[in-house]
């Protein structure tokens, strides 16, 4: 059963930066591509960025390209997602993600069936 543990949250200032971190387990993490999404209170949960297994491909939002960067170290089962300039909008619960089936690089949250619980990101105006 694949297990997948958020940290690195928390109450920031706009325009400050926060680094989330994910360990996975339970699956072979190389063979797999990952992905950050995130949900604000009363609304769905969006896309934030997918990385391929080997890191070669990155995707983001729109609303992040620029400044938040995905990456990944597989030796430690570990994905990032490195925020900058966080905005107030950027406030959400933001949760990692491990895609249905290996080698598969998508944005798409119904390929992604293993959540992690999410952490808190709360950026202050």
């Known amino acids: 059963q694949v297990q997948l543990v958020e940290s690195g949250g928390g109450l920031v200032q706009a325009g400050g930066s926060l680094r989330l971190s994910c360990v996975a387990s339970g699956r072979t993490f190389i063979k797999y591509g990952m992905g950050w999404f995130r949900q604000a209170p009363g609304k769905e949960r969006d896309f934030v960025a997918a990385?391929?297994?080997?890191?070669?491909?990155?995707s983001y939002a729109d609303s992040v390209k620029g400044r938040f960067t995905i990456s990944r170290d597989n030796a430690k089962n570990t994905v990032y997602l490195q925020m900058n300039s966080l905005k107030p909008e950027d406030t959400a619960v933001y949760s990692c993600?491990?895609?249905?089936?290996?080698?598969?690089?998508?944005?798409?949250?119904?390929?992604?069936?293993?959540w992690g619980q999410g952490t808190q990101v709360t950026v202050s105006s």
């Open positions: 990385i391929s297994w080997n890191g070669g491909s990155t």
């Open positions: 993600a491990v895609p249905n089936k290996p080698w598969v690089f998508t944005a798409r949250q119904y390929e992604y069936d293993a």
